[in-house]
């Protein structure tokens, strides 16, 4: 075993060495989703191809009450206009959050910007359909959805949504009450200060619609297609004024059960905080509003 690879000797310095660090899931995926260290294949096999469809472009919706956004208003727009330059230099994770409530434009003009569908296509070779979003995305595949759970936001009922990047709708999500309501309470940044985030936006992937593609690195090009989502939500809401934080821990088990949704076809895998910068009115790039 040891001349074919298949283990390492035990080096008696394993305190210090280069596997001190490592924990044995992290150690396992980073092996088996890349290529390199198996014999596995590795990339866009579609092995899934001619056996079931691949999942819809679009999650189906449930039947909840709809609500559409309003895009880009006059002065949202205005606000999207800030220069490249100032929004990287002034970007900034924030967790403390006026006591105001969100207004639905803000919403609504921060999921346009940063996650709706620009564009669809058809991949006719594989029978399937692909979109273009603001955010980067693996192969076009866009597996993530967004569940804003919605604490203060005029105009908008509090509660759980799912988020339609294609209709720039949400959808009311009817979930367990009681366990909604332990989910709403959560405030990551309880250390901070107690006024909670306007809003959450919490993360899941469907997993077979990358996973249909790609072989061995599905979870991994996921999680990297988070960090996208994650890196246009910080660059939209600090051009927008509004205050952002990606959370890298969540209670991926209890926010399932809340929100409906089966972690093994869905499973949750981010969260990112939302609301309004305190100590301005809405502009945290500096613009008098
Ligand atoms: C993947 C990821 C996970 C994070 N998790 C948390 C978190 O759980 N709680 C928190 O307050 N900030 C979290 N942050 C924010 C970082 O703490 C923050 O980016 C870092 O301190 C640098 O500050 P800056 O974003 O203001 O430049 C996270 C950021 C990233 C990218």
Redesign the pocket.
């Known amino acids: 075993m040891l001349r074919l690879g298949m283990a390492e000797a035990d080096t008696q310095d394993q305190d210090d060495g280069p596997m001190a660090f490592w924990e044995f899931h992290d150690l396992l995926f980073h092996t088996r989703s890349l290529g390199g260290r198996h014999v596995y294949p590795v990339g866009a096999s579609y092995r899934f191809q001619g056996q079931r469809p691949s999942l819809p472009l679009i999650k189906q919706a449930c039947g909840g009450e709809v609500v559409t956004l309003p895009r880009l208003s006059a002065e949202m727009a205005a606000r999207m206009e800030a220069p490249l330059s100032r929004v990287l230099e002034s ?3 924030l ?1 403390e959050f006026d006591p105001r409530p969100m207004t639905l434009q803000e919403l609504g003009a921060f999921l346009y910007a940063s996650a709706r569908v620009q564009k669809t296509m058809r991949d006719n070779r594989h029978e399937e359909d692909l979109s273009l979003r603001p955010h980067a995305g693996g192969g076009a595949r866009h597996p993530l959805e967004i569940y804003p759970l919605v604490r203060a936001c005029q105009g908008l009922e509090a509660g759980a949504y799912h988020y339609d990047p294609l209709r720039h709708a949400l959808e009311r999500v009817p979930g367990e009450p009681a366990l909604l309501k332990e989910l709403l309470a959560q405030n ?2 309880i250390v901070e200060g107690p006024q909670p985030p306007q809003v959450s936006l919490c993360i899941a992937a469907r997993i077979g619609r990358t996973a249909w593609k790609y072989q061995s690195i599905a979870y991994k090009v996921i999680n990297q297609d988070l960090g996208c989502l ?1 890196q246009t939500f910080y660059m939209t809401a600090t051009a927008l004024g509004l205050a952002p ?5 969540l209670d991926a088990s209890l926010t399932g059960e809340a929100l409906g949704v089966d972690w093994r076809r869905e499973p949750f895998v981010g969260l990112f905080t939302l609301g309004c910068a305190t100590g301005q009115p809405a502009d945290a790039m500096g613009n008098a509003t």
């Open positions: 970007r900034r994770s967790r990551p940044h994650y934080c990606a959370i890298g821990s």
